[in-house]
């Protein structure tokens, strides 16, 4: 317990700010599921979704963190938001901008809790060790897009701690591409007290519990969302190279360069 307190803020509000959004974030987090169980199966595609957006704006200021938003993120009518991964709370993030259908890995399904909310955020899930997957999904995406829908995908695959991008996994651009979506590339930046925060991304070996640590205890905690600029699909793309864009775009953005 020392080894995570000392990772903390370092004052002794910490353990107190900690312990308070902790039970508030799991309240919030009962009432997300009780909404599930009792007043989604009354609901009609439209209204869920707007549920899921004002909750995860919700668990957001719960868990203290400030979105900033920049640029100009598509609003309406189907389109791909690809984004790097940092976070289990960047499902949530962009929740908050616009309900999402992200496409995720099954392993993040049998997460404690937070496998629950992607799910009932309408996360499609991917098993990758299942040769048809990357098929799966994309028919599941082309679902998605034939109603309109935003669907978000992080290609990289695995978090990082947001000072770069891993290379990009081009084959989930395919359903875009074969249907015209265009595809929205979007930067995450973790920061605290306006300075990229590292301790803040979930990654390596680190457990949720500590993670939760980090996030719940900080103070002056905000995610910079940078929307850039839209790929469209044009004739004659590949996914491969909606993929190099994309992953150019974040790269430069998340190193600090121009939107």
Do not use: Y
Not at 162 to 167: C, F, K, R, W
């Amino acid at each position: 317990m020392g080894a995570i307190a000392h990772s903390g803020e370092g004052k002794p509000l910490a353990p107190f700010l900690f312990l308070l959004r902790f039970v508030c974030v799991s309240v919030w987090i009962l009432l997300g599921l009780l909404t599930e169980l009792a007043v989604f199966p009354a609901l009609g595609r439209a209204r869920r979704r707007r549920v899921v957006g004002a909750w995860s704006r919700g668990l957001m200021r719960l868990c203290g963190v400030r979105l900033r938003c920049l640029g100009e993120p598509v609003m309406s009518g189907a389109v791909l938001w690809v984004a790097n991964h940092v976070s289990w709370v960047d499902i949530f993030v962009l929740n908050s901008v616009r309900t999402t259908s992200f496409v995720a890995k099954s392993d993040i399904r049998r997460w404690p809790v937070i496998g629950l909310l992607v799910a009932w955020a309408g996360t499609l899930f991917i098993d990758r060790h299942h040769r048809h997957a990357v098929r799966d999904a994309g028919r599941q995406m082309l679902a998605c897009f034939d109603e309109g829908d935003a669907v978000g995908l992080f290609p990289e695959g695995t978090t990082t701690d947001g000072a770069d991008v891993l290379p990009f996994h081009a084959g989930l651009f395919d359903a875009a591409v074969k249907s015209g979506v265009p595809t929205q590339p979007v930067a995450l930046r973790f920061l605290k007290r306006g300075r990229r925060a590292p301790e803040l991304a979930f990654v390596g070996e680190q457990t949720l519990v500590a993670n939760l640590w980090f996030l719940l205890s900080a103070r002056d905690v905000s995610v910079e969302c940078r929307f850039l600029t839209p790929i469209p699909s044009a004739e004659g793309q590949t996914r491969a190279d909606v993929a190099r864009r994309a992953q150019a775009a974040i790269g430069e953005a998340v190193r600090g360069g121009p939107a």
